[in-house]
């Protein structure tokens, strides 16, 4: 599969990008190894199957920088922890609109009913770098055209357990598919994530944690059984609203990936109008970024460092009204990216009945 994106966006195994393949090159880049292996990256990074799995699709965790784990997030808990939607009392609906950056996008849709089983949650995430143009190792226009693309389908359980635990799981294909001109390759596995939530105090505390993606992959790109590890990963989360102040809630995230470091994900929700409108913030950094930033107190400044987490600064705001008895929530978001001049933008839509 290296092969091939090397000889489509026209660098070699490093990424070391030139800059005549321009923003045409930089879409395949971004969605086949969405973090290049620089000097500040996990060495690593790039050598895990469907990176995309462990992104973020709706724009309420992303406001908040991921900090998902632990929040009350609805039909949205089926992308991060499949618990959360346990506390579903009604049919829900999501979609959604997310860029990562140029014209690489994604989207989330799914849909959330109760059942006498529990809450049984299908859903589909999907992200592409659409049609482009191929370069050449001389930086040259070949006329042909590329494409990159991930597909998730899956479907996710949940049920409460008494009034202040859920459990539940999602089990998942996924799918890629990379091709330039007449030569195409693709990849699939399966993974599942299980995860639980405890809620306590009239939900102003909660507890969260999930085990991501895993699997395996079922075909590689060169037809090989298990050609590349998936993902996979752990993740816990609290997420409180203080005594005194309570249209405030912070919440935090740590989670460690196969192929990256350690991440924390502290994040902020303020209530500006109750049960109707929310401003949100989030950073995140990485286990690295904090060692760096050790080193620049001890006077070891490394210059060369680039931190090394695809999330910095994130903002984001929600909005929420009843209409004929069915509840609407908009949420909007923006990515701040460390290395990237444009910020992320990304939108999702949640509908209950």
Not at 174 to 182: E, L, R, V
Request: hydrophobic residues 45%; proline residues 3%; aromatic residues 12%.
């Amino acid at each position: 599969m290296l092969k091939l994106i090397s000889r489509i966006i026209g660098a070699d195994r490093r990424w070391a990008m030139p800059t005549v393949a321009s923003a045409l090159s930089v879409s395949l880049m971004a969605i086949a190894l969405f973090a290049p292996p620089v000097s500040s990256q996990n060495a690593a990074a790039g050598t895990v199957a469907f990176p995309f799995l462990v992104m973020g699709y709706d724009a309420r965790s992303m406001a908040m920088g991921g900090a998902a784990c632990a929040v009350q997030n609805g039909l949205y808990g089926v992308l991060s922890n499949p618990a959360a939607v346990g506390y579903v009392s009604g049919t829900q609906i999501m979609g959604g609109y997310r860029q990562v950056m140029m014209d690489v996008w994604g989207y989330p849709i799914g849909i959330a009913a109760p059942t006498k089983y529990g809450i049984i949650a299908p859903y589909l995430v999907s992200l592409t770098s659409g049609d482009f143009n191929v370069i050449n190792e001389d930086g040259v226009l070949t006329g042909d055209r590329a494409r990159s693309s991930y597909t998730a389908l899956g479907v996710g359980w949940a049920r409460t357990i008494g009034a202040n635990i859920a459990v539940g799981g999602a089990l998942k294909g996924a799918y890629h598919y990379i091709g330039a001109a007449d030569e195409s390759y693709s990849a699939d596995g399966f993974a599942v994530d299980i995860g639980a939530q405890y809620r306590q105090r009239n939900d102003r505390v909660s507890y969260g944690a999930v085990l991501r993606n895993l699997g395996f992959m079922r075909s590689g790109y060169w037809g090989e059984w298990n050609e590349y590890e998936m993902p996979y990963g752990v993740e816990a989360g609290v997420a409180f609203v203080p005594k005194h102040i309570t249209n405030l809630r912070i919440a935090l995230d740590v989670n460690k990936f196969n192929g990256d470091y350690a991440n924390f994900e502290p994040a902020f929700e303020y209530t500006v109008v109750a049960k109707t409108f929310w401003v949100r913030g989030g950073y995140a950094f990485s286990m690295m970024d904090v060692e760096k930033m050790l080193d620049v107190f001890r006077g070891e400044r490394d210059d060369a460092y680039q931190k090394s987490s695809v999330n910095t600064l994130s903002l984001g705001v929600g909005v929420a009204t009843l209409l004929d008895n069915v509840d609407l929530k908009l949420d909007a978001a923006m990515q701040f990216y460390t290395d990237i001049s444009s910020p992320a933008v990304i939108v999702s839509l949640l509908v209950g009945f």
